[in-house]
C-alpha cells in the first residue's frame, strides 16, 4: 500500500485547506487517518475514518474545525480543515490501518504512513 498526500500549503490564519490522500494497492477493509508533526514537537493523531466512512474520530485540538471524509471507490481520503490556526501548522501524514473500524488509528496503531504534506498557517 502507498499513501500520497497533495493540498498542503501557505495560509493565513482563520482561513481553510483540504488536503488529499490517494492510496494504491489493496486497502478495501482499512481505516484511515491523520497524524501530524509540528516543528520541534512529537507525531501526533489527529483524525481518523472507518472503511464504512460510518465512525470518525478527531484529537480534542481540531473538533469543530476539521473534518475527514473519504470516496472508497476513489481510494482516496480527504481533510477539510477550516479555521486554520499558527498552532496547526505541521507536516501532515496520511495513515491507514488493516482494521476496519478506525479506533486503531486514534490509538496511533498504524500500518501504512505516507511521506507527509507541508501545511503552514501564519499569524
Known amino acids: 500500500v502507498q499513501l500520497v498526500e497533495s493540498g498542503g500549503g501557505l495560509v493565513q490564519a482563520g482561513d481553510s485547506l483540504r488536503l488529499s490522500c490517494v492510496a494504491s494497492g489493496t486497502i478495501s477493509g482499512y481505516s484511515m487517518g491523520w497524524f501530524r508533526q509540528g516543528p520541534g514537537k512529537e507525531r501526533h493523531f489527529v483524525a481518523a475514518i472507518s472503511w464504512s466512512g460510518g465512525s470518525t474520530y478527531y484529537a480534542d485540538s481540531v473538533k469543530g474545525r476539521f473534518a475527514i471524509s473519504r470516496e472508497t471507490a476513489k481510494n482516496t481520503m480527504y481533510l477539510q480543515m477550516n479555521n486554520l490556526k499558527p498552532e496547526d501548522t505541521a507536516l501532515y501524514y496520511c495513515?491507514?490501518?488493516?482494521?476496519?473500524?478506525?479506533?486503531?488509528?486514534?490509538?496511533?496503531?498504524?500500518?501504512?504512513w505516507g511521506q507527509g504534506t507541508q501545511v503552514t498557517v501564519s499569524s
Open positions: 495513515v491507514a490501518d488493516r482494521a476496519a473500524s478506525g479506533q486503531s488509528i486514534a490509538a496511533s496503531i498504524v500500518d501504512y
